[in-house]
Nanobody, 121 residues
Framework: VQLQASGGGLVQTGGSLRLSCVAS????????MGWFRQAPGKEREFVAT????????NYADFVKGRFTISRDNAKNTMYLQMNSLKPEDTAIYYC???????????????WGQGTLVTVSS
């Protein structure tokens, strides 16, 4: 699986962005998909994950109520709608695929290149 993330940019505090992750290959619909982020000087951290059928999702506490993960298996695409953005959300956001239902970075087998989100105060 090859993943391509896009949609990052510069936004003011309180603004919104929608990230997309397009996957190549036939196995997209069979994979758990996740979003992670890495801020400068910090470790990569879990943001959200969604099951293959999109029936189940899971969020990090710091994004609950603000971010929404979704996927369209017909388009091999996953999304992250980010609302009420805060300066502390500034990071490179990565999409990833796993064969397991997990939030652990190391359990994700495939990664996109990342897209930069910058939230100005």
């Amino acid at each position: 699986v090859q993943l391509q993330a896009s949609g990052g940019g510069l936004v003011q505090t309180g603004g919104s962005l929608r990230l997309s992750c397009v996957a190549s290959g036939r196995t997209f619909s069979a994979n758990v998909m996740g979003w992670f982020r890495q801020a400068p000087g910090k470790e990569r951290e879990f943001v959200a994950t969604i099951s293959p059928s999109a029936s189940i999702n899971n969020y990090a506490d710091f994004v609950k109520g603000r971010f929404t993960i979704s996927r369209d298996n017909a388009k091999n695409t996953m999304y992250l709608q980010m609302n009420s953005l805060k300066p502390e959300d500034t990071a490179i956001y990565y999409c990833a695929a796993s064969s397991e239902w997990t939030t652990v970075v190391a359990r994700y087998d495939y990664w996109g290149q990342g897209t930069l989100v910058t939230v100005s105060s």
